[in-house]
């Protein structure tokens, strides 16, 4: 079993993160939060991720959780704790003030860490549930084999970005306009959408997942500037699955 680092990860503590919190600055995050949950690509996102996966309860993960906009309603739909993992600690404690606002205080939790080392040890995993995180990954490929190798066997991750197949067509088609266009105007801005788009390309998904000797892989959606998916609508993900072979050689074994 990989040693994993405890002095790098710190466990942030609901208890510890409210302490510091007034009663105003409670609401504020709370009405923050329904901001970005409003109008819900998350909640979309989550639906998609319960749907294609269909995640057997347990250990859940949310990978480059921000302020938990993913982990939060997959709580809300499914009841089962998240665990989010991000190097940003600030921003995981706003999504714990905004969890304690919900009444949700008892299931979100925080760990400090990156995807390339992550502090969990090998087979515990039940799912792994990223947006919009692995785009900013130092080395990808490390991450995802981090990833299958927490992962229990039969556990599952869906790993990737975008608004979900049923985020509003209406709202997905300015998404995608706004983008092009940022794209095909001039210097840095143009520059950085263009890196945007590229980075969340679906070979570029498959080279990740190739480069991290995934066994089996499923690359869904068409990128960044593309709903034609319709399983994940606008965004690109990448689906896979711990295969139980740690069981079957048991079985060959007798
Ligand atoms: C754009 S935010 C996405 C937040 C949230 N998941 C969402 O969908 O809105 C990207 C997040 O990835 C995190 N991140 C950056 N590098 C990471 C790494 N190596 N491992 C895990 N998370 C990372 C950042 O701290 C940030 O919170």
């Given amino acids: 079993m990989k040693r994993t680092s405890t002095t790098v990860a710190i466990l942030v503590s609901l208890l510890g993160a409210t302490n510091h919190t007034s009663a105003r600055g409670a609401e504020k ?49 499914t009841g089962n704790p ?19 606002a919900k009444g949700l205080e008892d299931r979100l939790f925080a760990v400090v860490g990156v995807a390339e080392d992550m502090p969990f040890p090998d087979n515990t995993v039940n799912f792994v549930a990223s947006r919009g995180s692995i785009f900013f990954w130092n080395d990808p490929g490390k991450g995802l ?46 520059e950085k959408w263009s890196k945007f788009v590229k980075l969340r390309r679906p070979k570029q998904m498959q080279e990740w997942a190739e480069a991290a000797g995934l ?15 319709k399983r994940v609508g606008q965004g690109i993900w990448l689906l896979f699955e711990k295969k139980p072979e740690i069981t079957a050689r048991k079985e060959e074994d007798k």
Avoid at 221 to 229: H, L, M, T, W
């Fill in 82 to 100: 998240v665990t989010m993992l991000d190097p940003n600690a600030e921003a995981m404690a706003e999504g714990l003030e905004a969890a304690r």
């Fill in 145 to 190: 084999r981090e990833v299958y190798r927490v992962l229990r066997p039969g556990g599952k991750a869906m790993i990737g970005g975008g608004h979900g197949s049923g985020y509003p067509k209406e709202a997905t088609v300015e998404v995608i306009e706004q983008r092009k266009k940022k794209m095909d105007g001039e210097g840095e801005e143009a």
């Fill in 29 to 77: 995050l709370a009405s923050d939060n329904a901001r970005t949950v409003q109008p819900d690509r998350y909640v979309c996102v989550v639906e998609d991720m319960l749907k294609l996966c269909e995640p057997e309860k347990g250990f859940w993960i949310d990978l480059g959780a921000g302020k938990g906009q993913v982990a939060i309603p997959l709580i809300e739909k």
């Fill in 215 to 229: 066994p089996k892989f499923q690359v869904m959606g068409k990128g960044a500037i593309s709903a034609e998916d």
